[in-house]
């Protein structure tokens, strides 16, 4: 299993492929990303917690690839949070974008990482890829997005993605 990941990992990120635009309701999305991931992590001590402004959310953007998004930076969480803590997720419009912040109740990141985190292969895990949050940042470039981290120790992180609305909000 590790191997497998370790490989579809360093896949992903070397493929870089260019998103197939479709129209996607997000909302629906992210419940789809967790439940997804909570079929291969224990996520039984998780409080996952959606709040959103409006309840249907739509943008241009690759499924596949967004719902990787959402994989990686919660996965990250349930890890920082050893399977035990809040999740949560809120989406909200703003001028003509999309705001969706992704918070957790982990140990948060020590200042010094902060500047690394979305480097290839930077990792504070001894058996980590340091992958994940790389494909974020393209994934979210590609989409001709922004992704920010507001991290504070002992309390926990939030990431912060700005994706351009769909004309259809
Ligand atoms: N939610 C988070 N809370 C604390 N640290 C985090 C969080 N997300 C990422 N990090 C830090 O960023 C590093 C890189 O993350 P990532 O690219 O997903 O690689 P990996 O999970 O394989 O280590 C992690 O090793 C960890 O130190
Ligand atoms: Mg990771």
């Known amino acids: ?37 909570s079929s291969s992590l224990n996520t039984a001590k998780v409080r996952f917690l959606q709040e959103n402004e409006i ?17 990686n930076l919660f996965s990250n ?5 050893s399977g035990k803590g809040d999740l949560a997720v809120r989406t909200v419009t703003k001028n003509n974008n999309i705001i969706i912040k992704i918070s957790d109740t982990g140990n948060g990141i020590p200042q010094e990482a902060i500047d690394k985190i979305f480097e290839p292969f930077f990792t504070t895990k001894e058996k980590g890829t340091g992958l994940g949050l790389a494909i974020v940042f393209n994934i979210i470039q590609k989409h001709h ?25």
Do not use: C, W
Not at 57 to 66: G, K, R, V
Not at 77 to 81: F, G, N, R, S
Not at 150 to 169: H, M, Q, V, W, Y
């Open 1 to 37: 299993m590790r191997v497998t990941k370790i490989v579809s990992d360093l896949l992903e990120f070397a493929r870089g492929k260019e998103p197939q635009l479709m129209k996607i309701e997000l909302n629906a999305l992210i419940a789809h990303a967790y439940k997804q991931l």
């Open 55 to 71: 309840s249907q959310l739509f943008i241009s953007a690759d499924p596949e690839q967004m719902e990787q998004v959402f994989i």
């Open 145 to 169: 997005g922004d992704i920010q981290v507001d991290s504070r120790e002992g309390i926990g992180t939030a990431f912060i993605i700005t994706l351009p609305a769909g004309k259809e909000n």
């Open 77 to 81: 969480a349930i890890e920082v949070m």
